[in-house]
T-cell receptor
Framework: GAVVSQHPSWVICKSGTSVKIECRSL??????MFWYRQFPKQSLMLMAT?????????EQGVEKDKFLINHASLTLSTLTVTSAHPEDSSFYIC?????????????FGPGTRLTVL | AQSVTQLGSHVSVSEGALVLLRCNYS??????LFWYVQYPNQGLQLLLK??????LVKGINGFEAEFKKSETSFHLTKPSAHMSDAAEYFC?????????????FGKGTTLSVSS
């Protein structure tokens, strides 16, 4: 199956700094990728849709100036958490859709654990 | 609009017992339905999916689910639980074959397995 990687797998940063998380499709091209956030013991909430060659689409309530998304190529999307604060601490997961067996399936990255001190 | 409701945030079973995790969905268009498993501090692993065709879907690790349109349900079952099945399980829905559509997840069900 298709593989999606994320880097880093975990990061600890000080409040006020910016953190970049990378999401890569390793063996396929993805014109669209999705970014989710998962708080402890909670479900995955869609943050934004990353589109190659155009602006990301953000879900209601997600600050686009705080969570910068850049879909730099057909295999790479980055999420930058700007001026991070402790409430941004979360598990961030990306996914990319692949057509498999005549249907579309999402492949998820392993996630990035962000802790803001 | 689409949504998913997972009944029961926590299910406890004994090893060897039947596992039943409930999922109901709402969708204004034909849905694709998924079950994922997540172990602590890890990403999501696809257990099984329903797209079209046979309504009884078999997945990995002995899990299966049945799509019941009349009941808008997609419950996950396993005949005999193993200790290794203890994890968080998420049901998800997406619009069938619509490019650029993300998954909508339920709140998850924590499965505990006791010996």
């Amino acid at each position: 199956g298709a593989v999606v990687s994320q880097h880093p797998s975990w990061v600890i940063c000080k409040s006020g700094t910016s953190v970049k998380i990378e999401c890569r499709s390793l063996d396929f091209q993805a014109t669209t990728m999705f970014w989710y956030r998962q708080f402890p013991k909670q479900s995955l909430m869609l943050m934004a849709t990353s589109n190659e060659g155009s602006k990301a689409t953000y879900e209601q309530g997600v600050e686009k100036d705080k969570f910068l998304i850049n879909h730099a190529s057909l295999t790479l999307s980055t999420l930058t958490v700007t001026s991070a604060h402790p409430e941004d601490s979360s598990f961030y997961i990306c996914s990319a859709p692949v057509f498999s067996g005549g249907a579309r399936e999402q492949f998820f990255g392993p996630g990035t654990r962000l802790t803001v001190l | 609009a689409q949504s998913v409701t997972q009944l029961g945030s926590h299910v406890s079973v004994s090893e060897g017992a039947l596992v039943l995790l409930r999922c109901n969905y709402s969708s204004s268009v034909p849905p694709y339905l998924f079950w994922y498993v997540q172990y602590p501090n890890q990403g999501l692993q696809l257990l099984l999916k329903y797209t079209t065709g046979a309504t009884l879907v078999k997945g990995i690790n002995g899990f299966e689910a049945e799509f019941k349109k009349s009941e808008t349900s997609f419950h996950l079952t396993k005949p005999s639980a193993h200790m290794s099945d203890a994890a968080e399980y998420f049901c998800a829905v997406s619009a069938a074959n619509q490019a650029g559509t993300a998954l909508i997840f339920g709140k998850g069900t924590t499965l505990s397995v006791s010996s």
